[in-house]
């Protein structure tokens, strides 16, 4: 199993024996027991890699991913509803609840990796839509990792199922 570490005060992830830049939540991290729909904090502690969603002319394919993965469509989404019974959860828009839409135009989500957080089961409530995912415009994300599409895209065939990220 690998392990990539996030450094939260550097800004850093450790990754394959290189450093990368990231970017983290915009109010910082939280203890994962402490983490909140729409604190805008990054949850400390080690998440599994689920899996990854890729955007269609964005990501060159073919994928060399071992993770389970798939292309995103236009109509994707994330429930971020406390009151959804799919809360922390993919859904496809129009969706009767709150759901991030997944298909951006700043190239956040061109790449995603999907990780753990409050998935087994998910507690309405307690976090939502937990990624690693590309830099986007703003400087810092609403409580996920980011990193440059290219250093994302070269680690994607390094990762296997069990890999995780540990937030720190």
């Given at each position: 199993?690998t392990?990539?570490?996030?450094?939260?005060?550097?800004?850093?992830?450790?990754?394959?024996?290189?450093?990368?830049?990231?970017?983290?939540?915009?109010a910082?991290?939280?203890?994962?027991?402490?983490?909140?729909?729409?604190?805008?904090?990054?949850?400390l502690?080690?998440?599994?890699?689920?899996?990854?969603?890729?955007?269609?002319?964005?990501?060159?394919?073919?994928?060399?991913?071992?993770?389970?993965?798939r292309?995103?469509?236009?109509?994707?989404?994330?429930?971020?509803?406390?009151?959804?019974?799919?809360?922390?959860?993919?859904?496809?828009?129009p969706?009767?609840?709150?759901?991030?839409r997944?298909?951006?135009?700043?190239?956040?989500?061109?790449?995603?990796?999907?990780?753990?957080?409050?998935?087994g089961?998910?507690?309405?409530?307690?976090?939502?839509?937990?990624?690693?995912?590309?830099?986007?415009?703003?400087?810092y994300?609403?409580?996920?990792?980011?990193?440059?599409r290219?250093?994302?895209?070269?680690?994607?065939?390094?990762?296997?199922p069990g890999?995780?990220?540990?937030?720190?």
């Amino acid at each position: 199993m690998t392990v990539l570490c996030v450094d939260t005060a550097a800004r850093t992830l450790d990754a394959f024996g290189a450093t990368i830049r990231c970017e983290i939540g915009r109010a910082g991290t939280i203890a994962a027991s402490a983490k909140r729909e729409g604190d805008g904090a990054t949850p400390l502690g080690t998440w599994p890699i689920r899996g990854a969603l890729l955007r269609p002319g964005r990501v060159a394919g073919p994928i060399a991913s071992r993770l389970p993965w798939r292309w995103l469509r236009p109509d994707d989404g994330w429930s971020d509803d406390r009151a959804d019974p799919a809360y922390n959860r993919p859904v496809r828009h129009p969706h009767p609840f709150s759901a991030e839409r997944l298909w951006r135009q700043d190239g956040a989500y061109d790449l995603i990796l999907v990780l753990g957080h409050n998935d087994g089961p998910p507690v309405p409530g307690l976090g939502s839509a937990i990624f690693l995912h590309c830099l986007g415009t703003k400087g810092y994300t609403e409580g996920c990792v980011a990193v440059a599409r290219e250093c994302l895209s070269a680690l994607l065939p390094r990762l296997v199922p069990g890999d995780a990220v540990t937030i720190g």
